[in-house]
């Protein structure tokens, strides 16, 4: 009987030890295929993020190449049209855009930003203390003006913080400016730059919408950036085989001579940032290129 016993227990111990390592085998089983997925999803993002910087230099390729040249006559038209691209395994969405035909957040009066906003749907008591918010952030000075906002302003809302007081380096920075939400700066980003050059004479004239916004806002091309086919703001979207997104956005300076560029903004962005995709509205395929 004692034996018996005894193989028993060895027997249920056996059945035990094997159960455990059923049960480790799966564990290291699951740890391999999670870590095979993670290793997957980083080689795809990888992917999808060489394939977004080469379209950016791809595109400077494309600028530095035709020195002079208009912007509307170079291979990627520099007014926002949506180029693919392709690159390896991966199609590339591309749009230039020269930061001439935009309008210089530092220099507009009050006037031609009411009216950037009212052209995109906001009523015009909101669109004209906007404006107002944005001269009082951008000015040195602690006036608010009728509609605008300094300090006071911000801790009445609840804000840690006041205006700037100082030019604004980037159009993100509109994101601060009591009063603007992330709907209404998705609205306008795209009309807005902060990359003015003063040296230029004569501007290159806006696009069309951009234009009927100058005549009712009584204003002139001076509060356009003053850099026609010098400063450019190019977007990549990238999507590998395997559905990885990944956006690079870009903001380059061509030299008046020489092939030398500076790189005034280099960052990734979001398929969904408040921007249409790339790939809507596409409208030239450029795989030969």
Do not use: C
Request: a neutral charge; zero cysteines; glycine letters at 6%.
């Amino acid at each position: 009987m004692k034996d018996r016993s005894e193989e028993g227990v060895a027997l249920i111990a056996v059945l035990w030890t094997l159960t455990l390592l059923s049960i480790i085998a799966a564990a290291l089983s699951l740890e391999m295929r999670s870590s095979t997925g993670i290793a997957r999803n980083m080689a795809e993002n990888a992917t999808a993020r060489a394939a977004a910087d080469a379209g950016i230099q791809r595109v400077v390729l494309d600028l530095v190449n035709t020195p002079g040249t208009p912007p509307n006559a170079r291979g990627f038209h520099a007014d926002g049209t949506v180029y693919a691209w392709r690159f390896a395994n991966s199609t590339v969405h591309i749009s230039v855009q020269d930061e001439a035909s935009k309008i210089d957040l530092n220099q507009a009066p009050e006037a031609l930003l009411a009216v950037l906003f009212e052209s995109v749907g906001i009523d015009p008591d909101k669109a004209q203390s906007l404006a107002d918010a944005i001269a009082d952030f951008r000015d040195a000075d602690n006036l608010t003006r009728p509609r605008g906002a300094e300090e006071a302003e911000y801790r009445s809302a609840g804000l840690a913080r006041g205006p700037k007081n100082a030019p604004f380096q980037m159009t993100e920075e509109l994101q601060q400016v009591l009063g603007m939400t992330a709907e209404i700066y998705g609205r306008v980003a795209a009309s807005l730059t902060t990359y003015y050059i003063a040296d230029t004479i004569n501007p290159t004239m806006p696009d069309e919408r951009l234009t009927r916004l100058l005549r009712r806002a009584g204003s002139n091309l001076q509060y356009f950036a003053s850099s026609p086919g010098f400063v450019f703001s190019i977007r990549s979207e990238a999507k590998s085989s395997k559905g990885a997104v990944f956006v690079r956005e870009a903001v380059v300076q061509l030299p008046r001579e020489g092939p030398q560029i500076q790189v005034l903004s280099w960052r990734q962005g979001t398929a969904n940032s408040g921007k249409a995709p790339l790939s809507a509205g596409l409208a030239l395929a450029m795989s030969q290129r």
